[in-house]
């Protein structure tokens, strides 16, 4: 069997080609997967490339915490041959759409087994739940390609050098993104290596990277902070003189942009954290993304 046409060339940055390309020699059909954001559509495509095609229920620019499935979304699941989602209580419409769309196809759980969930924390006070934005650690996106490649050759054994191929490009660029991140904050002492941001996203990449993050809203975006928060914490930022504030994509800015004004301090750009955006706005691939976001907290942290 000849392989040369499942090779496509990537670059440290480029998009991962999506159109199906039937194998030369063979007649065999795109894999089909549905994933729940795009996030994960991008390293599922980061491996599968031009052998499978992947749908996304919340697409680019979508917001996974309001997100609310309609009939249409039953409707994506068509003749899938695996569904892949996050896990850790980030998906918790997932069971009944997959009842509904009578899936019967292989359900891949990325965060099953990795190596140190975190509890989410809301206001410094312990959590019940599992905190589920375990990608903002690419040592955790490493054990999620490797689930993702493992069963895409499980699925399709014959593409199997391919996919295997692609998984191995890959978690080098992983492994090359979480050195350059923790380069890039070196030159930073423990007292500028604090932020604030609107919803607490950052657990994985603040215990990754030693930064706190400090945040008024809880594990949510949807929830809002009480007066007690709001006043606890820019009492906060003007005693730990915290410089830099940080808005996330996609998440009403008002009160952060209230309390940046009431305190004097900076708005940083945009953080990306629940998905990936249209082309040309920055973060359309999760590499890009995790850059976007280390350089613009270094700079807000160098204001400090
Ligand atoms: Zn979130």
């Given at each position: 069997?000849?392989?040369?046409?499942?090779?496509?060339?990537?670059?440290?940055?480029?998009?991962?080609?999506?159109?199906?390309?039937?194998?030369?020699?063979?007649?065999?059909?795109?894999?089909?997967?549905v994933?729940?954001?795009?996030?994960?559509?991008?390293?599922?495509?980061?491996?599968?490339?031009?052998?499978?095609?992947?749908?996304?229920?919340?697409?680019?620019?979508?917001?996974?915490?309001?997100?609310?499935?309609?009939?249409?979304?039953?409707?994506?699941?068509?003749?899938?041959?695996?569904?892949?989602?996050?896990?850790?209580?980030?998906?918790?419409?997932?069971?009944?759409?997959?009842?509904?769309?009578n899936f019967?196809?292989?359900?891949?759980?990325?965060?099953?087994?990795?190596?140190?969930?975190?509890?989410?924390?809301?206001?410094?006070?312990?959590?019940?739940?599992?905190?589920?934005?375990?990608?903002?650690?690419p040592r955790?996106?490493?054990?999620?390609?490797?689930?993702?490649?493992?069963?895409?050759?499980?699925?399709?054994?014959?593409?199997?050098?391919?996919?295997?191929?692609?998984?191995?490009?890959?978690?080098?660029?992983?492994?090359?993104?979480?050195?350059?991140?923790?380069?890039?904050?070196?030159?930073?002492?423990?007292?500028?290596?604090?932020?604030?941001?609107?919803?607490?996203a950052?657990?994985?990449?603040?215990?990754?990277?030693?930064?706190?993050?400090?945040?008024?809203?809880?594990?949510?975006?949807?929830?809002?902070?009480?007066?007690?928060?709001?006043?606890?914490?820019?009492?906060?930022?003007?005693?730990?003189?915290?410089?830099?504030?940080?808005?996330?994509?996609?998440?009403?800015g008002?009160?952060?942009?209230?309390?940046?004004?009431?305190?004097?301090?900076?708005?940083?750009?945009?953080?990306?954290?629940?998905?990936?955006?249209?082309?040309?706005?920055?973060?359309?691939?999760?590499?890009?993304?995790?850059?976007?976001?280390?350089?613009?907290?270094?700079?807000?942290?160098?204001?400090?």
């Amino acid at each position: 069997m000849r392989r040369r046409d499942w090779i496509t060339s990537v670059g440290c940055f480029g998009l991962a080609a999506t159109a199906p390309i039937a194998a030369s020699g063979q007649n065999a059909p795109p894999l089909s997967v549905v994933t729940s954001f795009s996030i994960l559509q991008d390293l599922i495509e980061q491996v599968g490339k031009n052998r499978i095609v992947v749908r996304s229920l919340i697409g680019v620019d979508g917001h996974a915490h309001a997100f609310e499935p309609r009939p249409s979304h039953v409707q994506s699941f068509g003749q899938a041959q695996m569904v892949v989602l996050n896990g850790l209580r980030y998906e918790p419409w997932a069971d009944r759409l997959i009842k509904s769309a009578n899936f019967k196809g292989r359900v891949l759980t990325v965060s099953d087994g990795i190596p140190e969930p975190l509890q989410a924390t809301k206001t410094g006070r312990p959590d019940t739940d599992p905190d589920p934005h375990a990608w903002q650690n690419p040592r955790n996106v490493i054990h999620y390609v490797q689930g993702i490649a493992d069963a895409l050759c499980d699925l399709d054994p014959a593409a199997k050098d391919h996919y295997r191929r692609s998984e191995q490009a890959y978690l080098t660029e992983l492994r090359e993104l979480d050195q350059w991140i923790e380069l890039q904050f070196l030159p930073l002492s423990s007292a500028q290596r604090r932020v604030i941001t609107s919803h607490q996203a950052f657990a994985y990449f603040a215990q990754r990277y030693q930064i706190e993050f400090l945040a008024p809203q809880g594990i949510s975006s949807e929830s809002r902070p009480s007066a007690k928060t709001v006043a606890r914490l820019i009492s906060q930022i003007k005693s730990e003189r915290i410089k830099a504030v940080f808005l996330e994509h996609l998440t009403d800015g008002r009160l952060l942009q209230q309390i940046a004004k009431d305190t004097g301090v900076r708005v940083g750009p945009s953080l990306y954290v629940e998905a990936l955006t249209a082309p040309g706005k920055g973060a359309e691939t999760y590499l890009q993304m995790m850059r976007h976001n280390t350089l613009a907290l270094v700079a807000g942290m160098q204001a400090s």
